[in-house]
């Protein structure tokens, strides 16, 4: 069974970073693609960063410049550091991987709250 556990959300200033980070486990599967969303309160989920399993990323015009999506294959895991947050970027970020057939796979989630 495929499990992602997401951790690193909190509370911080506008201004200020965090480090979120997504292990996957049950994984019987070569990943072709991993990735983070985001949900806000009273929004859709959407995009924030993904990266293929070649290493090419792809980011939502909102964060480019200030996030940066890594992962490491073998571990199994994938990382989002933000910089320069912003209060528009409160919010709860998923993290998500695809099988090559085309599954995707979710995780619980974890809260991002950027506020003064």
């Known amino acids: 069974q495929v499990q992602l556990v997401e951790s690193g959300g909190g509370l911080v200033q506008p201004g200020g970073s965090l480090r979120l980070s997504c292990a996957a486990s049950?994984?019987?599967?070569?990943?072709?693609?991993m990735g983070w969303h985001r949900q806000a309160a009273g929004k859709q989920r959407e995009l924030v960063a993904g990266i293929t399993r070649g290493g090419r990323t792809n980011y939502a015009d909102s964060v480019k410049g200030r996030f940066t999506i890594s992962a490491d294959n073998a571990k199994k895991m994938v990382y989002l550091q933000m910089n320069s947050l912003k209060p528009e970027d409160t919010a709860v970020y998923y993290c998500?991987?695809?099988?090559?057939?085309?599954?995707?796979?979710w995780g619980q989630g974890t809260q991002v709250t950027v506020s003064s």
């Open positions: 998500q991987i695809s099988s090559p057939a085309g599954y995707v796979y």
């Open positions: 049950g994984v019987g599967f070569s990943i072709a693609a």
